[in-house]
């Protein structure tokens, strides 16, 4: 038997076998297992790229044939290989047949083109038919590059719907040789020095009468375009109307720049030859001492008439021409205004919406493309980022080697918002004509004729 004391140490034998036992057959806290398992990484997910569809199918386009001209030998080759699946159908009208047709189109509710183009004079009665599609969440990004007066006749209770093409910068382009010939300096600055205010224009149109004998520049009587009077308002930033929606073609503003045009008929020294016509191109192509058609010293007109001197109205007379400021309304005035330009739009209608959207932005939006566009045919651009481009910077042979780009550049970033365009533009300026037309033909005052015209436009358009 054990006593009491022995079986106590037995048992405490016992304890401490076994703590011992246990402590050499487990791993220490603070060390690894020895066949620990490798750790798995969870297998890494990738995404499939997402694939964009080109757009496909038939695009109908409405353009004049001038338009579709630029665009084959510019920016179309590039288009059509980036879209192999778009089918372009051209059809041909002018710029005013254009809007007539889309309007009667979206009127009778079939029958529009996938995309247009149409001058921007014609834009704004489109837009009021609420016939157009919506264009601005994909104008947006765009946007700040567009010149806002144009984009201004795209948009209707805050939304967009056209993209502006090009612009009409309105200069003055002269004749360094009769400049010359009158004793007058010829280089652009003093030109435009010369012509400072449509006062000094008649001063120095006097100073060639008087030392050459040859007129300043055409301006008709009976079939007056009123493009010198839509001049002298837009630079003013007004019109025929305002912000209000109120006619104002009768505003005394108006009267003023109707007599101050009547100032160069009375002084004789302008041609009555009416604008695109032919005596009106052999003037401003005729040699001095050409007797049958004397030449002409001055045409104050948008910068996209540089192309045309160049190519068919002017062509012998290369080295001959500049180009100057126009004419301010008053001493330090704005010395920018616009004539024509046009804008792409996307009838409301379209059956290809996709190939409609992916042409502007190639064509159109895309810088190296519009620039491309511009060289080709001095259609000068509404996309301001084109400015910058090296070729703004070239000497223009034509020209005299002048740099005309990087003045028509600075005229259109001047351009204020006129009231010339806009839903009734068309009407307007119809009446406008023929107000300044009774008024050159002596059978009514400018009063008279202007008040005459506007009480039509009321008439007309329903505008008070």
Same mark, same amino acid.
Request: net charge negative; hydrophobic share 45%.
């Given at each position: 038997?054990?006593?009491?004391?022995?079986?106590?140490?037995?048992?405490?034998?016992?304890?401490?076998?076994?703590?011992?036992?246990?402590?050499?057959?487990?791993?220490?806290?603070?060390?690894?297992?020895?066949?620990?398992?490798?750790?798995?990484?969870?297998? +890494?997910?990738?995404?499939?790229?997402?694939?964009?569809?080109?757009?496909?199918?038939?695009?109908?386009?409405?353009?004049?044939?001038?338009?579709?001209?630029?665009?084959?030998?510019?920016?179309?080759?590039?288009?059509?290989?980036?879209?192999?699946?778009?089918?372009?159908?051209?059809?041909?009208?002018?710029?005013? $047949?254009?809007?007539?047709?889309?309007? *009667?189109?979206?009127?009778?509710?079939?029958?529009?083109?996938?995309?247009?183009?149409?001058?921007?004079?014609?834009?704004?009665?489109?837009?009021?038919?609420?016939?157009?599609?919506?264009?601005?969440?994909?104008?947006?990004?765009?946007?700040?590059?567009?010149?806002?007066?144009?984009?201004?006749?795209?948009?209707?209770?805050?939304?967009?719907?056209?993209?502006?093409?090009?612009?009409?910068?309105?200069?003055?382009?002269?004749?360094?040789?009769?400049?010359?010939?009158?004793?007058?300096?010829?280089?652009?600055?003093?030109?435009?020095?010369?012509?400072?205010?449509?006062?000094?224009?008649?001063?120095?149109?006097?100073?060639?009468?008087?030392?050459?004998?040859?007129?300043?520049?055409?301006?008709?009587?009976?079939?007056?375009?009123?493009?010198?009077?839509?001049?002298?308002?837009?630079?003013?930033?007004?019109?025929?109307?305002?912000?209000?929606?109120? +006619?104002?073609?009768?505003?005394?503003?108006?009267?003023?720049?109707?007599?101050?045009?009547?100032?160069?008929?009375?002084?004789?020294?302008?041609?009555?030859?009416?604008?695109?016509?032919?005596?009106?191109?052999?003037?401003?192509?005729?040699?001095?001492?050409?007797?049958?058609?004397?030449?002409?010293?001055?045409?104050?007109?948008?910068?996209?008439?540089?192309?045309? *001197?160049?190519?068919?109205?002017?062509?012998?007379q290369a080295g001959n021409w500049g180009v100057a400021l126009m004419p301010a309304h008053?001493?330090?005035?704005?010395?920018?205004?616009?004539?024509?330009?046009?804008?792409?739009?996307?009838?409301?209608?379209?059956?290809?919406?996709?190939?409609?959207?992916?042409?502007?932005?190639?064509?159109?939006?895309?810088?190296?493309?519009?620039?491309?566009?511009?060289?080709?045919?001095?259609?000068?651009?509404?996309?301001?980022?084109?400015?910058?481009?090296?070729?703004? =910077? $070239?000497?223009?042979?034509?020209?005299?080697? =002048?740099?005309?780009?990087? *003045?028509?550049?600075? +005229?259109?970033?001047?351009?204020?918002?006129?009231?010339?365009?806009?839903?009734?533009?068309?009407?307007?300026?119809?009446?406008?004509?023929?107000?300044?037309?009774?008024?050159?033909?002596?059978?009514?005052?400018?009063?008279?004729? *202007?008040?005459?015209?506007?009480?039509?436009?009321?008439?007309?358009?329903?505008?008070?």
């Amino acid at each position: 038997m054990y006593g009491k004391n022995n079986l106590m140490k037995i048992f405490m034998l016992i304890i401490v076998f076994s703590m011992v036992l246990s402590a050499c057959g487990s791993p220490k806290p603070t060390e690894a297992p020895a066949t620990a398992a490798p750790v798995t990484q969870a297998p +890494v997910v990738t995404e499939a790229p997402v694939v964009v569809e080109k757009p496909s199918g038939k695009l109908v386009i409405w353009v004049q044939q001038a338009n579709q001209d630029v665009w084959t030998n510019t920016a179309l080759p590039g288009f059509q290989a980036e879209y192999p699946d778009v089918q372009i159908e051209f059809v041909n009208y002018s710029p005013s $047949e254009v809007a007539n047709q889309v309007g *009667l189109a979206i009127q009778g509710g079939t029958g529009v083109p996938d995309l247009a183009v149409t001058e921007t004079r014609s834009i704004g009665a489109l837009v009021a038919l609420s016939g157009l599609t919506d264009l601005t969440s994909f104008i947006e990004p765009y946007k700040a590059d567009l010149n806002a007066t144009a984009l201004g006749y795209c948009t209707m209770d805050g939304k967009i719907y056209c993209a502006p093409w090009d612009i009409g910068p309105v200069v003055t382009f002269y004749r360094r040789d009769i400049f010359t010939a009158a004793g007058l300096a010829s280089d652009p600055d003093s030109v435009s020095a010369l012509v400072a205010t449509y006062e000094d224009y008649l001063a120095t149109c006097k100073t060639i009468k008087e030392k050459t004998g040859l007129n300043c520049f055409a301006q008709n009587k009976a079939n007056n375009y009123g493009w010198m009077l839509e001049n002298m308002l837009w630079q003013q930033g007004l019109g025929y109307y305002d912000a209000s929606g109120k +006619v104002t073609m009768d505003a005394r503003y108006v009267v003023e720049a109707v007599k101050k045009i009547g100032t160069f008929w009375e002084a004789g020294v302008v041609s009555d030859s009416l604008e695109w016509t032919d005596p009106w191109y052999a003037e401003m192509n005729a040699a001095i001492g050409n007797t049958d058609t004397p030449p002409v010293a001055t045409v104050v007109i948008a910068a996209w008439m540089g192309n045309f *001197l160049k190519t068919f109205i002017a062509a012998d007379q290369a080295g001959n021409w500049g180009v100057a400021l126009m004419p301010a309304h008053t001493a330090g005035g704005v010395r920018a205004s616009n004539q024509g330009g046009s804008t792409y739009f996307i009838p409301a209608g379209s059956q290809n919406p996709d190939a409609a959207k992916a042409f502007i932005e190639f064509v159109n939006l895309d810088t190296a493309n519009q620039v491309a566009q511009f060289v080709y045919s001095d259609y000068f651009p509404a996309n301001k980022a084109t400015y910058s481009d090296p070729v703004f =910077q $070239e000497p223009d042979p034509y020209f005299g080697s =002048q740099v005309t780009r990087a *003045l028509f550049a600075d +005229v259109a970033n001047n351009i204020p918002f006129g009231y010339i365009y806009g839903q009734y533009a068309v009407t307007m300026s119809n009446n406008g004509a023929r107000a300044l037309q009774n008024y050159a033909l002596g059978t009514m005052t400018a009063e008279a004729a *202007l008040k005459d015209a506007a009480d039509a436009v009321r008439l007309e358009t329903g505008m008070p």
